[in-house]
């Protein structure tokens, strides 16, 4: 059974760092394509940032790049993301997700990278909340 377990969420003030982990289970990161997206109070779902292990293909969002960092620990099974100079605007439920690499490289990786090319044919984590207070 495929699943995504987030951990790693919490307070933090603003300025200060969290790591957030994704556990995959039943997944091989050679044929999918992870990513990190979030969804504050009262706004829609994300792009955070999304990677490919087999190409090492990466992307960012604007709003987190040069902060925020996607990283693997392909013995671990578990996708990383190192959050730095945390803002409040950053305060979200963060989930975890994962889509096949063939339809992730259908598009590049700003096209890909979106909500909607992991659903309905990919697989989301119950999100873990990340509060930034000021």
């Known amino acids: 059974e495929r699943q995504l377990v987030e951990s790693g969420g919490g307070l933090v003030q603003a300025g200060g760092s969290l790591r957030l982990s994704c556990a995959a289970s039943?997944?091989?990161?050679?044929?999918?394509?992870l990513g990190w997206f979030r969804q504050a109070p009262g706004k829609e779902r994300e792009e955070v940032s999304c990677f490919t292990s087999s190409d090492a293909i990466t992307y960012y969002a604007d709003s987190v790049k040069g902060r925020f960092t996607i990283s693997s620990d392909n013995a671990k099974n578990t996708v990383y993301l190192q959050m730095n100079s945390l803002i409040p605007a950053a305060t979200a439920l963060y989930y975890c997700?994962?889509?096949?690499?063939?339809?992730?490289?259908?598009?590049?990786?700003?096209?890909?990278?979106?909500?909607?090319?992991?659903?309905?044919?990919?697989?989301w984590g119950q999100g873990n909340q990340v509060t930034v207070s000021p």
């Open positions: 997700a994962a889509v096949s690499v063939v339809l992730f490289r259908a598009h590049t990786p700003r096209q890909s990278c979106r909500v909607g090319n992991f659903t309905p044919l990919g697989y």
């Open positions: 039943g997944f091989d990161f050679d044929d999918y394509a």
